[in-house]
Each structure stands twice: as C-alpha cells, then as structure tokens.
T-cell receptor, first 114, second 117 residues
Framework: NAGVTQTPKFRVLKTGQSMTLLCAQD?????MYWYRQDPGMGLRLIHY???????AKGEVPDGYNVSRLKKQNFLLGLESAAPSQTSVYFC?????????????FGPGTRLTVL | AQSVAQPEDQVNVAEGNPLTVKCTYS??????LFWYVQYPNRGLQFLLK??????LVKGSYGFEAEFNKSQTSFHLKKPSALVSDSALYFC???????????????FGKGTMLLVSP
C-alpha cells in the first residue's frame, strides 16, 4: 500500500513551458486535492476533485488545470509556466469530503520556473 | 471566512522538556481542527484532530492537543520533547457549520519546532 505518490519529485522549467504533475493514490479515496506550499504561507488549495470525472477550483486556481479521468489519478497541468509558480506542490486524498475526514499527503514535487 | 493563526514562526526547546506549539482559529460555526507534521523533504503527516467531545485529544508520537472554545485555541503539546520531533507543524481548521457544498481545509503558516540535545 503505497498511499499517495507524486511524479516527478523535482522539475525545472523555463518560463512559458508546460508540464503535468501526476498524483496517484491506492486507497480508493473519492476526494483528491492539489496544494501549493510557499514559505511563510502554509498550504493553499489549487484545485480539488470530489470523484472521478469531476474537478473544482480552490483558493488559487489561476494558471493551473486539472483532470481526474481515473479515480486513482489526479493530474495538475501548467500550460505556460511562470516564475510565480515556483513552489512545492502537494497532492492529497481523503476517503470522502466530510469535514471530519483526514487528508493523506504525497511527498511533494519541487518545481522551479526560471 | 475561516482562518488559522500560528503566532510563532519557530519554537526552541531542549530535549526532555515539555513543548507547546500554539494555534488559534476563526470560524463562523463549530470548528474541526487538525494538526499535521512535515519532516524535511517529506509530505505532511496527520497527527491528530478534534471533532467533538473531550477537549484533550491524543494523537501520534505522544502528541496531544487541547481545544479551548472560549479562547478559540488548539495548542499542540508533548510532555517530553525528542530531537526527532524537530519538524514543521501545521494547524488546520474546517468549519463544521457550512451548509451544502464542500468545506475546504484552511492551514496555518506553520511553526518550525527545533529540539536541541
């Protein structure tokens, strides 16, 4: 049981390039989330998904797109990367979206945009 | 809007001494409160949560947290700190009073705990 995994672990992009971050979970969780972590700002929710085929905007969605074609996978895309998107990205999942549910996090992807 | 404040960027404590990491919150309804820990170059790990009931919540690795409704606080505590407890700690809150729709989890900025030998 690997839990939540993220690919890649590190990535360096040039401004304007595109990339996709992959998140996978093997816990059969319904809800999945993408956060970004910046120094002194905690974690901020980018997008989330309440189930296969659904996505919704979080607190800071601009410049990102997501897809949830399979229940176990949640993809985060950057169509045209900007230096402001330099951050550590975390994926998380929870069994349901109940307010009492615990979220389980992946190890993170460190992205640098030059 | 809900919010979380962690007033200390860093907490220093000697090994064997008790530790406290502070957290205060603001929600419109009843709060659901969480503590997570992040070790270097790792993802966040769940420590404990308060949903309802006893104000003292016990969690992983000997940590506990005390919910105080009148002070809107949820401080993380441990009776005897270990060097291996050194990490970044996040408090998070959800508003249990929301109606329909998804209630997001709001995180504090994090507090770095450094335990010296």
């Amino acid at each position: 049981n690997a839990g939540v995994t993220q690919t890649p672990k590190f990535r360096v992009l040039k401004t304007g390039q595109s990339m996709t971050l992959l998140c996978a979970q093997d816990m059969n969780h319904e809800y999945m989330y993408w956060y970004r972590q910046d120094p002194g700002m905690g974690l901020r929710l980018i997008h989330y998904s309440v189930g296969e085929g659904t996505t919704a905007k979080g607190e800071v969605p601009d410049g990102y797109n997501v897809s949830r074609l399979k229940k176990q996978n949640f993809l985060l895309g950057l169509e045209s990367a900007a230096p402001s998107q330099t951050s550590v990205y975390f994926c998380a999942s929870s069994r349901y979206g109940l307010t009492t549910d615990t979220q389980y996090f992946g190890p993170g992807t460190r992205l640098t945009v030059l | 809007a809900q919010s979380v404040a962690q007033p200390e960027d860093q907490v220093n404590v000697a090994e064997g001494n008790p530790l406290t990491v502070k957290c205060t919150y603001s929600v419109s309804g009843n709060p659901y409160l969480f503590w997570y820990v992040q070790y270097p170059n790792r993802g966040l790990q769940f420590l404990l949560k308060y949903i309802t009931g006893d104000n003292l919540v016990k969690g992983s690795y000997g940590f506990e947290a005390e919910f105080n409704k009148s002070q809107t606080s949820f401080h993380l505590k441990k009776p005897s700190a270990l060097v291996s407890d050194s990490a970044l700690y996040f408090c998070a809150v959800r508003d249990a009073g929301r109606g329909s729709g998804y209630s997001t989890l709001t995180f504090g900025k994090g507090t770095m705990l450094l335990v010296s030998p």
